[in-house]
């Protein structure tokens, strides 16, 4: 055996209580805020208001158009 497995210190550690080994604790808290995505922009809402101006775009066309044959008539 190797002196350092059978010297003073060798008994210490063995004879020491259980719970003085173990007595380490952690405390886990849950966050203040939840967490959210930083980017205040996805791709989603960046379609749909990209869906939404092509859509507004057509009707303003259409009604223009119809404006325009309603006063070619006057």
């Known amino acids: 055996m190797s ?3 059978t010297g ?3 008994f210490r550690m ?3 209580d ?3 080994m173990n007595s380490t604790r952690t405390c886990v808290t ?3 805020e939840p967490v959210r995505p930083r980017t205040l922009v996805t791709l989603t809402s960046l379609a749909v208001v990209f869906e939404e101006s092509i859509a ?4 303003s066309v259409s009604i223009l ?3 325009r044959r309603d006063c070619r008539g006057w």
Do not use: A
């Open 30 to 32: 849950p966050p203040r």
């Open 14 to 16: 063995m004879d020491r």
């Open 56 to 59: 507004y775009d057509v009707v």
């Open 8 to 10: 003073p210190l060798t």
């Open 18 to 20: 259980w719970s003085s």
């Open 65 to 67: 158009k119809s404006l």
């Open 3 to 5: 002196s350092s497995r």
